[in-house]
């Protein structure tokens, strides 16, 4: 048999199976309640709707949309992107829009467009698993950055560059890396002063920024923040925009915002990717948004994710233990809640004991660019159903009772 392993590129070699997903089988079974996944409810799901629109789209112009799309995006779906960016203050024209097959397809061609081997990426602490994943494959060194409750910390930020520089270990800095509305995995919504020093921070030393926005418009309570790609004055900043968190995600369309040299540079990367994104996919979506369904059916969601939420917060209100270091974020929106341990305790050990309680949730070392964070992990409260949240919770506590006492 060939030895593949002699053939394999560094960038195969390199790629590790997750640990955390590997731990995660071991809670895969029908009885465990998994507050794992980023997924959203499958009940909120338009099925008719799509259905409806998906027979309406292939009656009226069904041998374009089973043809091949262009690489940059269907016109008619584009035309709705500015419409529907525009409530968010979002100003693009056509050529400022690339649709992409998911916006991990976006993840992906960052460091494909931007990352030699070596190169900096700054990112916040923790950052989402995905971003981790795509900027690892292709050799990136990323900084994690000091954040708190209102984001990435500019200041930080400023004195990570400094340093990298003063050290001299090679590499150029190409970017930052955010997830500034209800992150993944802190569920933190960044500040406008924050998004701002940031920017300026940026702009001063040539980065490109880069505003993964999945859950923007997942907005429970509070205040809207304007969006970084509103707030740049300096053509350098790209956005992520996907529906799969306020659609479905089965229809795998998402978009990039940015200037437009950049996305023509994008554009070139995705020929050789996927060739296009699928037309159909694009012209039901296309058609959901110009019949206003967003507004009737996104406003469903987000009544639902809130209410699930609530009922988390208040079972772990209820059913966590009262120990001195343990706390949780209460976000305004998204779909997650990051939980911080007492420094001594392991969110891995007490991921076994909680598998044995059968709930399960996911490791905060994986929202980590080197593995840190061990005392951290992530919940999510948009997938289950409100009475296996509260009695998730309730065998979570359990679990982290008898843990914390064992290990005191």
Same mark, same amino acid.
């Given at each position: 048999?060939?030895?593949?392993? +002699?053939?394999?590129?560094?960038?195969?070699?390199?790629?590790?199976?997750?640990?955390?997903?590997?731990?995660?089988?071991?809670?895969?079974?029908?009885?465990?309640?998994?507050?794992?996944?980023?997924?959203?409810?499958?009940?909120?799901?338009?099925?008719?709707?799509?259905?409806?629109?998906?027979?309406?789209?292939?009656?009226?112009?069904?041998?374009?949309?089973?043809?091949?799309?262009?690489?940059?995006?269907?016109?008619?779906?584009?035309?709705?992107?500015?419409?529907?960016?525009?409530?968010?203050?979002?100003?693009?024209?056509?050529?400022?829009?690339?649709?992409?097959?998911?916006?991990?397809?976006?993840?992906?061609?960052?460091?494909?467009?931007?990352?030699?081997?070596?190169? #900096?990426?700054?990112?916040?602490?923790?950052?989402?698993?995905?971003?981790?994943?795509?900027?690892?494959?292709?050799?990136?060194?990323? #900084?994690?950055?000091?954040?708190?409750?209102?984001?990435?910390?500019?200041?930080?930020?400023?004195?990570?560059?400094?340093?990298?520089?003063?050290?001299?270990?090679?590499?150029?800095?190409?970017? #930052?890396?955010?997830i500034p509305d209800f992150q993944n995995p802190s569920g933190i919504t960044m500040s406008e002063e924050r998004r701002l020093g940031v920017l300026e921070v940026a702009a001063r030393h040539g980065l490109l920024?880069?505003?993964?926005?999945?859950?923007?418009?997942?907005?429970?309570?509070?205040?809207?923040?304007?969006?970084?790609?509103?707030?740049?004055?300096?053509?350098? #900043?790209?956005?992520?925009?996907?529906?799969?968190?306020?659609?479905?995600p089965g229809l795998r369309v998402a978009w990039a915002v940015g200037p437009k040299s950049l996305i023509d540079k994008f554009t070139t990367l995705k020929q050789s990717v996927d060739l296009c994104s699928s037309?159909?996919?694009?012209?039901?979506?296309?058609?959901?948004?110009?019949?206003?369904?967003?507004?009737?059916?996104?406003?469903?969601?987000?009544?639902?994710?809130?209410?699930?939420?609530?009922?988390?917060?208040?079972?772990?209100?209820?059913?966590?233990?009262?120990?001195?270091?343990?706390?949780?974020?209460?976000?305004?929106?998204?779909?997650?809640?990051?939980?911080?341990?007492?420094?001594?305790?392991?969110?891995? +050990?007490?991921?076994?004991?909680?598998?044995?309680?059968?709930?399960?949730?996911?490791?905060?070392?994986?929202?980590?660019?080197?593995?840190?964070?061990?005392?951290?992990?992530?919940?999510?409260?948009?997938?289950?159903?409100?009475?296996?949240?509260?009695?998730?919770?309730?065998?979570?506590?359990?679990?982290?009772?008898?843990?914390? +006492?064992?290990?005191?």
């Amino acid at each position: 048999m060939l030895d593949f392993e +002699k053939l394999y590129s560094t960038t195969a070699r390199e790629t590790k199976k997750s640990a955390i997903r590997e731990l995660l089988k071991l809670a895969d079974r029908p009885e465990v309640i998994s507050f794992a996944g980023g997924w959203p409810s499958p009940d909120l799901f338009p099925v008719d709707a799509i259905s409806d629109l998906t027979v309406k789209v292939l009656k009226d112009r069904g041998r374009k949309v089973l043809h091949y799309s262009k690489a940059e995006g269907e016109v008619r779906l584009k035309e709705e992107l500015i419409r529907y960016m525009a409530k968010d203050g979002v100003q693009a024209a056509p050529e400022n829009i690339l649709v992409l097959t998911g916006s991990q397809q976006g993840l992906d061609m960052l460091p494909k467009a931007f990352v030699d081997r070596g190169d #900096v990426v700054f990112v916040e602490t923790p950052t989402y698993v995905g971003a981790i994943q795509s900027f690892a494959n292709y050799g990136t060194r990323m #900084v994690p950055v000091a954040t708190d409750d209102e984001g990435m910390d500019p200041e930080a930020l400023e004195k990570a560059i400094q340093e990298w520089k003063e050290r001299g270990e090679g590499g150029r800095l190409k970017m #930052v890396y955010l997830i500034p509305d209800f992150q993944n995995p802190s569920g933190i919504t960044m500040s406008e002063e924050r998004r701002l020093g940031v920017l300026e921070v940026a702009a001063r030393h040539g980065l490109l920024v880069v505003d993964d926005a999945p859950y923007r418009d997942l907005r429970f309570e509070g205040e809207s923040v304007p969006s970084l790609y509103t707030l740049d004055k300096n053509e350098s #900043v790209i956005s992520l925009y996907t529906f799969s968190k306020t659609l479905v995600p089965g229809l795998r369309v998402a978009w990039a915002v940015g200037p437009k040299s950049l996305i023509d540079k994008f554009t070139t990367l995705k020929q050789s990717v996927d060739l296009c994104s699928s037309a159909l996919a694009q012209h039901v979506v296309a058609e959901y948004l110009a019949a206003g369904m967003m507004e009737q059916y996104l406003p469903k969601f987000i009544d639902d994710y809130r209410a699930k939420r609530d009922i988390m917060l208040k079972a772990m209100d209820e059913y966590l233990p009262k120990l001195d270091g343990l706390k949780w974020t209460r976000p305004q929106g998204g779909l997650f809640i990051w939980i911080t341990l007492p420094e001594h305790l392991d969110a891995e +050990k007490l991921f076994h004991a909680a598998v044995k309680e059968d709930v399960a949730f996911v490791l905060g070392s994986a929202f980590h660019p080197y593995g840190g964070l061990k005392n951290c992990f992530r919940l999510n409260f948009s997938f289950a159903e409100p009475d296996r949240i509260r009695e998730g919770v309730a065998r979570l506590g359990r679990a982290l009772d008898v843990f914390a +006492k064992a290990s005191a």
